[in-house]
């Protein structure tokens, strides 16, 4: 089966400035997650979807970011404006499982958009 | 909120050594998946364990859960370069929270 995908791979803008992240997941999952991973960490959850639904948006800096899964498949992250500690790598993973708290599927991630903000 | 402990943060082994990675929760597991990630790339899938006291093995590497379900070890026998990597660890609570393990940095020297 096709991966996850993730698009741009890499990103570089200045402060202030927007940016947005595409990711589609593989055919059939219906959870949608995106996690942030500053250099040295472990990835941050920032959001979770299930199919076209918000389940987890707790992290989510609300003011700057926005996500969202039309028709419970693909899905858009936007940074706007973006500030200097936004600079990460963002994962776009994606899992059968088809509710909170079900364990059964592993988690598939894309490779991720490196964001460098200037 | 839950956190997930790590231990070593790095680990610099000979080839054909063995290695361990520890992970650590504060509260109960309900799903503990281990990955490894190259730099610059996303998460590759290694293992998963729901069970207290489950134990999983690919290749030289495996994994246990203890029976409590709070700890999981990653064990590799007789390294090599090509396992050089971050592994992470990462659990979910009853609560549906899912979360990773800092990471562990492998270096494997020939």
């Known amino acids: 089966e096709a991966g996850v995908a993730q698009s741009p791979r890499y990103k570089i803008i200045e402060k202030r400035q927007s940016v947005a992240f595409w990711c589609n997941p593989i055919s059939g999952h219906a959870t949608l997650y995106w996690y942030q991973q500053i250099l040295g960490q472990g990835p941050k959850l920032l959001i979770q979807?299930?199919?076209?639904?918000?389940?987890?948006d707790s992290q989510l800096p609300k003011d700057r970011f926005s996500a969202e899964r039309l028709k419970g498949v693909d899905s858009t992250l936007k940074i706007q404006p973006a500030k200097l500690e936004d600079s990460a790598v963002y994962l776009c993973a994606s899992s059968r499982d088809k509710a909170q708290g079900l364990y059964n599927s592993p988690l598939h991630f894309g490779n991720g958009t490196r964001l460098t903000v200037t | 909120s839950q956190e997930l402990e790590q231990s070593p943060q790095s680990l610099i082994v000979q080839e054909g050594k063995n290695l361990t990675i520890n992970c650590t929760s504060s509260k109960t597991l309900y799903g503990l998946y281990w990955y490894k990630q190259k730099y610059g790339e996303g998460l590759i899938f290694l293992m998963m364990?729901?069970?207290?006291?489950e134990e999983k093995s690919h290749e030289k590497i495996t994994a246990k859960l203890d029976e409590k379900k709070q700890q999981s070890s990653l064990h590799i026998t007789a390294s090599q370069p090509s396992h050089a990597g971050i592994y992470l660890c990462s659990g979910g609570t009853s609560y549906g929270k899912l979360t990773f393990g800092q990471g562990t940095i492998l270096t494997v020297h020939p």
């Open positions: 364990l729901q069970k207290g006291g």
């Open positions: 979807f299930q199919n076209n639904g918000v389940v987890d």
